[in-house]
């Protein structure tokens, strides 16, 4: 390796492999390497938010990789570019601006005092704009490097169809709305249409984003009383691109902005696409108006690519990253790893970096030992009470200190109750422990707030719906 920018690179590439692509454009891929110093790692983000967020939920993951890949135990500081361009020296005159920016793989240490604060700050930017380069930086996520076997094909040919049409003119497919399971190549489609049209339309307003960004965003401009700088946000939009649309389920807020920024695009003759990992009448608590703006336009599926289809995904990775495997290496690959292309991906990806390290030829027993990494990996993370409390309360509008409380309020106790069975639901750890997380609550409170909740979802249909839920969308995050 050339720099620890390279070596950082490998462990963003090592970090996507488990984790969402929606979430890994979103808070990994803008990460930059600043500098390794005393086993200090020094990573830079856009914004105090974005670091803090880093921070509470994605440094143990960061962490793990470094130590993996780099092979020593690692401490890592968060700095926004914002505290770097302050902290930097002044600029000499007749130095020009973009020689004194940090350089990305510089062996540099950042004062302590600089590190990102933990409090939350306004959001980043609630728009994704991705760079013409896909998010690993050497896949372009375009319809020429998207693989079309018999079980995308017609979600390709539409979203084709949208790229390549006279925005001008009347739009036969709108909304598309893409789903299947997690992995397939969704929101490599999203982002084939926003290059495309980029390419073509210069000028056009793409917005990218996914459900979980713009409930952020919802949240933070209710609070601050701005919605009107969200709306001009999203509803200037030409294109809407817009990510796991199942995580707006439950949340009534959200889906009330949602649904008007829809009616207002379409009114206007743009063009919104949609995915999803299921189709728009399984996602229960989307509300019925929503769902029929979904079904009023295409509908197109993704289902996992068969043994050809995965065979010239492994080859065509392979020859992007200009690695040489063997047609049986190969076969064998795409006939163990069946159920999504990331794991594909996944598997030449650790074939490269294994060849990048030892320069030996690659052989069976390395891709056997990669499939099994692969799939060991793929096994179900454990579900923390923290995130339940956290997606509860997001749903109910609830903080997660309140759910904890002994405050008694209607809102705060149904949030409070829901929390709790789903805990045990997913968790299956001991009453007294579950007790122990909600305020040191007795047993007979815990078995009291479970047989509540089960009788209601028995006579509720729509708290059943919501409480499905959110454990269906827990367990996907």
Request: proline share 6%; aromatic share 8%.
């Amino acid at each position: 390796m050339e720099s620890f920018s390279e070596v950082f690179n490998i462990v963003k590439s090592s970090i996507h492999e488990n984790l969402s692509d929606a979430a890994y454009k979103l808070w990994i891929e803008p990460i930059q390497a600043v500098g390794l110093q005393d086993n200090v790692v020094t990573l830079m983000a856009p914004t105090a938010f974005h670091c803090s967020t880093l921070q509470h939920n994605y440094q143990s993951r960061i962490k793990d990789a470094l130590d993996e890949v780099m092979g020593f135990d690692v401490t890592i500081k968060f700095i926004s570019a914002d505290q770097m361009a302050a902290e930097a020296p002044a600029q000499p005159s007749g130095v020009p601006a973009e020689k004194a920016k940090p350089s990305a793989g510089a062996d540099a240490s950042v004062p302590a005092e600089s590190v990102c604060p933990a409090a939350a700050e306004k959001p980043a930017e609630p728009v994704i704009r991705p760079e013409d380069d896909c998010p690993d930086g050497d896949y372009a996520y375009t319809f020429e490097n998207f693989i079309v076997g018999s079980r995308n094909e017609f979600a390709y040919t539409a979203c084709k169809s949208i790229a390549t049409a006279n925005f001008s003119a009347p739009k036969p497919y709108n909304p598309l709305f893409i789903y299947g399971p997690s992995g397939l190549g969704k929101t490599h489609l999203l982002m084939a249409i926003k290059y495309e049209v980029e390419k073509r339309n210069p000028g056009l307003n793409i917005i990218y984003t996914n459900s979980e960004n713009f409930t952020n965003e919802v949240i933070y401009h209710i609070a601050q009383q701005s919605t009107e700088v969200l709306r001009q946000t999203y509803r200037n939009a030409d294109f809407l691109l817009i990510d796991d649309i199942q995580f707006l389920s439950g949340k009534t807020q959200t889906q009330e902005e949602f649904f008007h920024t829809f009616n207002d695009l379409y009114m206007h003759n743009k063009q919104i696409v949609i995915t999803s990992d299921r189709p728009p009448k399984e996602v229960q608590t989307l509300t019925d108006r929503l769902k029929t703006r979904f079904e009023s336009g295409l509908l197109a599926d993704i289902s996992p690519p068969d043994i050809e289809t995965r065979i010239a995904i492994i080859k065509r990775k392979a020859e992007l990253l200009g690695l040489d495997i063997p047609d049986e290496i190969v076969s064998f690959i795409a006939s163990k790893l069946k159920s999504n292309i990331r794991q594909l991906e996944g598997a030449v990806k650790k074939l490269n970096l294994n060849k990048m390290l030892t320069h030996e030829p690659i052989t069976l027993p390395h891709a056997q030992s990669v499939i099994r990494e692969i799939l060991n990996d793929e096994q179900p993370v454990p579900v923390t009470v923290e995130k339940i409390i956290e997606e509860v309360g997001r749903t109910f509008d609830v903080s997660p200190e309140d759910i904890r409380s002994n405050k008694r309020s209607g809102p705060i106790s149904n949030a409070r109750q829901i929390a709790i069975y789903i805990v045990r639901e997913i968790t299956q750890i001991p009453m007294k422990q579950i007790g122990q997380e909600f305020g040191n609550r007795d047993h007979t409170t815990i078995v009291y707030t479970l047989k509540k909740v089960q009788e209601t979802m028995k006579t509720n249909p729509h708290e059943r719906g919501i409480i499905e839920d959110l454990i269906r969308n827990i367990r996907a995050k």
